[in-house]
Nanobody, 127 residues
Framework: QVQLVESGGDLVQPGWSLRLSCAAS????????TGWFRQAPGKEREGVSC????????LYSDSVKGRFTISRDNNKNTVFLQMNSLKPEDTAVYYC????????????????????WGQGTQVTVSS
């Protein structure tokens, strides 16, 4: 069964760090691009970051560039999102999903091209 499962969300204070995990089963993440998205209440789902191993690409939205780092562990078939210097506006449910390397190269921030969405993990940044 093809599945992605997110974990690592928590309630933290501004300036703290979190590491989210996206564990894949039923397929190899190495063959696809993996994206992280987030959705806050009342807002559209927003692309946060994407990693495409075949193209050697790591991509970030302007809102997280310099604070978040995406990486992967082939042995664990898992993609991580290291989030530093968290801000209240980072509060959202974070999702991971997979897409083709082609979509990631030209449309990585558009959710329409992704599939096998996980159930999401809640990140709350509040003092």
């Amino acid at each position: 069964q093809v599945q992605l499962v997110e974990s690592g969300g928590d309630l933290v204070q501004p300036g703290w760090s979190l590491r989210l995990s996206c564990a894949a089963s039923g397929f190899s993440l190495d063959a696809f691009a993996t994206g992280w998205f987030r959705q806050a209440p009342g807002k559209e789902r927003e692309g946060v970051s994407c990693i495409s191993p075949r193209d050697g690409l790591t991509l970030y939205s302007d809102s997280v560039k310099g604070r978040f780092t995406i990486s992967r562990d082939n042995n664990k078939n898992t993609v991580f999102l290291q989030m530093n210097s968290l801000k209240p506006e980072d509060t959202a449910v974070y999702y991971c999903a997979k897409t083709s390397p082609f979509w990631a190269r030209f449309n990585w921030g558009r959710a329409a091209g992704y599939g096998n969405w996980g159930q999401g993990t809640q990140v709350t940044v509040s003092s």
